[in-house]
Each structure stands twice: as C-alpha cells, then as structure tokens.
C-alpha cells in the first residue's frame, strides 16, 4: 500500500477512533453518576429524608458524611457494617475502615492518582450543600422547585476529599471548569450532575451565569451554618494529633494521639532500616506498646495474631481495634480474645476461609474484615 493512502487511511480513521473513545468515557461518567443518584433514592426510600450531609455532635466533633451513610446502597454493606457511627471518621477504630475503596467508579476523565498521601482513597463527586449539609435532612417534597430541577452531586473540579470526610459539598458558583474548589474538571467539554429525579445532566462552561444561580438556589435553601464548611485540613489523618516515632525491634511505630478523644493508635511497620527477616517480636511489642502507650485503643502489627501476641495485648484494656497478617491457633486466641472487654473489630490481611468464619463464630459481637485481595 502506497505510504500516501496509508497516511490517508489513518488521518480518516483516527478521529472515529477518538470520538468512539471519547463516547465511551462519557457514558461510564454518565452510569457513575445514575449510580449516585440511585443510591440516594434508594436511602430516602428508607428512611424517608436525604442523608445528612455531615454529622456534628454538641462538642463540635464531625462524625460521618453523606458518602458513608450511602455505602448500603452501593453494593458495599459488609465495609458499612465494620463503620463505627457513633465514633469520628478518623478515629482509631474507624480509621482502618476509611481506608478501604468506596465501590464507585471512577471518572475516566481523571488520570491522577485518587488516594491521598496519607493513603485515604479520594472521591471526586461533591454535594448540593442546600440538600446534604450539617445535621439536617430535607425531604423529595422539600425540592419545591421540581425534582428535575434540583441537583444532588456533581463533578468536582479538583481538591478530592477522602470519602469518609464529613464536609464533602461545594457551592455551584457561577462558572463552570474554572476553579478546583468548583465544579467540572478544567478542559472538560461538559461537567455531570444527577439530579433529584435520577436524571443526569450536563453542563457546558459556556452555559448561562443566571441559570446556575436557578439551579443553584432551587429550593429548600440550606442556612449559612448548615453549609458552612470548616477549613479544609492539610491532611486527613486528625489535624493537630499528636506524633511520635519509637522503634519496635528493628521496625518503626507510628503512633497518633487523637486531639479530641485523646485515642491512641500506633501502626507498625518496616522503615528504611528495617530486616524484614527479623520482625517484630511479642516480647517487642510488650517492651514498646504495652509499657509506654498502656491506653492504646488500636493497633496494627505486621505479624501474625497467636497466642503469645494475644496475652502481651491483654494488657491493653482500652484496645478496641487490632490489625494482623492472620490469625494462627484459632482455639487458643479466640479464648483470649473473648477476655478483651473493649474489642470491637479485627482485621487480618492473609485469614483463611476456615479461621475467618470460626472466629465469626466465637466472638460475634466483634466485627471482623479481611483485606479482599
């Protein structure tokens, strides 16, 4: 084939190509959202309101948003089950959870990276402050303006939070892709939003000033303190906890001191410095953790849970959180374990079937989670 027809052949080709793409992206953009708003639906069916959009309690301390209040309705009970409610996001026995990935797609319009430096995965969808805000609920007939009319989540145009932060809404503005504290990514044709009534619609950056002001003032109109948003944190790990770095054998503890609750959560693991032949050992852990953190309430240890690791952790009565590789002698350590007055939750990274349904079994008012991979 002569190079100049060739050459043709592909000038005419590659923008079908492009477009097919290009087609193809927006419609998985399009059903991630219709899941979106599904899953709203779905919750006011139950519970007859929209979810909250943030929950502070009277001492000013944020508990959970919208986003985990809607992971029974995407398909992710089990992670939804493990949540602590009645605890903040980032505590140390939520804290684990919050790490997981929120079943949802992702925009295939977004090539970074959507996990945060301090490893929380990010969710780019952001809500209509006037339906899910502070420590209110409105209702389907509160959208006085119309269902169609209303909007509930759209694209965010940059500054991703952690899906288990709180304050996850944004005002719509009065421009469309340009500003990451708004809406539509920046290039972007067109920015999703699903409506109240499921429907999802598009927005173009030419689209008319006034009829973002309609669509963004639609009844109800959420107050200046429900909307209000808190300075957005440097990082997602408790602003202002407490650090501090002491050695476990030739391994490192990262150990965090909530702000508010004063919880202690430390996580071992190897550093730079460290033999991974030579982990830590129980006697290790009792000389570090057990002896200088006594109050700690969650911890992740890179070995295995057996019996001589569970009577070294019986000396921490506040521990209400435990993360392991797997558990070994099941019998022994769940007898242990039933000892422990504070436990709520384990989670193992390599638990087989067997020992993850007999420790269901033995101690089944804790819950207990295992890495899916």
Known sequence: MPVCVFGLLVALILPAVRQARETARRTQARNNFKQWGLAVQNYADVYRVLPLGASVDADGVAHHGWPTRLIPFLAATPLYNMIDMNRPWDSPVNEPFMRESLWCEHSPFITAPLVSPEGYPLIHHAANPNVMHRNHCVTFDDMTAGTSETFLIGEAGGDFLPWGYPFNWRRLGDAINNSPAGYGLPGRA??????ADGSV???????????????????????AEQADL??????????????????????????????????????IHADKGSNPDDPPTPGNIQSVVVTQYPKCTSLSVPIPLNRSLATVLSRLPDLAHLESQRVD?????????????????????????ANFERLQRELPAVRILRDRS
Do not use: N
């Open 201 to 223: 619609e598009s927005l173009s950056p030419e689209i008319d000033p006034r009829l973002l002001k309609i669509l963004s003032s639609a009844p109800p109109v959420a107050t």
């Open 329 to 353: 002698d099941v019998e022994d350590v769940s007898s242990i374990l039933k000892t422990w007055t504070k436990l709520t939750s384990l989670r193992f990274h390599g638990i087989s079937d």
């Open 230 to 267: 808190p300075p957005r944190p440097e990082k997602f790990r408790s602003t202002g906890a407490t650090w501090e770095r002491p050695g476990v054998g030739s391994y490192r503890a990262d150990v965090r001191i909530h702000p508010e609750t004063q919880e202690i959560l430390i996580s």
């Open 190 to 195: 067109v920015t999703y939003v699903v409506m």
